[in-house]
Nanobody, 115 residues
Framework: QVQLVQSGGGLVQPGGSLRLSCAASGSIATSSFVVWYRQAPEKKLEQVARMNREMTTSYADSVKGRFTISRDDSINTVYLQMDDLKPEDSAVYSC?????????WGQGSQVTVSS
């Protein structure tokens, strides 16, 4: 069992930056992939960014060039750097790690972009 604990959400003005962290209780070095999702009120869950074991990344069109997914396997942590934030980025963001065919989720972090 792996537990994921998220941190780094909050309120930010448009154009600002936030970094979300997703810390795992065990090693994620052999994970198949790590993903960040978001869900805004009354909207579907959206995959925002994904990184596979080979460190290949992919992003939703809405965040390309503004968001960056990364991982530090030495401290079992996945990050989502969010720059040039827009009001439409406001949502609950959740991390997911797939490890040994098991899927683990973080608890979710609220990100609110507002002036």
């Amino acid at each position: 069992q792996v537990q994921l604990v998220q941190s780094g959400g909050g309120l930010v003005q448009p154009g600002g930056s936030l970094r979300l962290s997703c810390a795992a209780s065990g090693s994620i070095a052999t994970s198949s992939f790590v993903v960040w999702y978001r869900q805004a009120p009354e909207k579907k869950l959206e995959q925002v960014a994904r990184m596979n074991r080979e460190m290949t990344t992919s992003y939703a069109d809405s965040v390309k060039g503004r968001f960056t997914i990364s991982r530090d396997d030495s401290i079992n942590t996945v990050y989502l750097q969010m720059d040039d934030l827009k009001p439409e980025d406001s949502a609950v963001y959740s991390c997911r790690v797939v490890l040994d065919s098991q899927s683990y989720w973080g608890q979710g972090s609220q990100v609110t972009v507002s002036s």
